[in-house]
């Protein structure tokens, strides 16, 4: 299974837990597949070293696990659908890359439902779906 994981979620998984580590988990384990672009994996390595500026070890492994890890494609489409165009990346992300499903924990992103037949789902949700 191929997903893209808002900021939030991964954020969320690596600091506190819940659902979204969960998610991290079973994308460590090979269970499923991350697909980003370089600008998404610009915020998440921005966001991390933003809220783990005094954990330079959890720093050092998450940004290797994203480097090595992630399905990494170039944008082909441009989508201009959020009411945050900050988030608008995610959609192409995953129009481009052909994914199962975004997982977020945003408004803005979970307010659009689905993205062309791409279901956009909260952390728990898609557990709750796809992950046994």
Do not use: Q
Not at 49 to 72: F, Q, S
Not at 80 to 89: A, E, G, I, V, Y
Not at 120 to 125: D, Q, T
Request: glycine share 4%.
């Amino acid at each position: 299974m191929r997903i893209v994981l808002d900021t939030n979620v991964l954020v969320s998984g690596i600091f506190w837990g819940g659902a979204p580590l969960k998610i991290l988990d079973h994308w460590v384990s090979g269970d499923l597949d991350i697909v980003i672009m370089p600008e998404i994996l610009d915020e998440y390595v921005r966001v991390i070293n933003e809220l783990a500026c005094k954990k330079p070890a959890l720093v050092e492994r998450w940004v290797a696990l994203l480097t090595r890890y992630p399905i990494t494609i170039k944008k082909r489409v441009s989508i201009s659908l959020s009411r945050d165009p900050d988030d608008d990346k995610f959609l192409e992300c995953a129009v481009s890359g052909n994914v199962d499903c975004i997982v977020s924990g945003d408004d803005d992103l979970l307010a659009l439902k689905h993205i062309h037949t791409i279901p956009i789902l909260k952390p728990s949700a898609f557990i709750a779906s796809f992950i046994r």
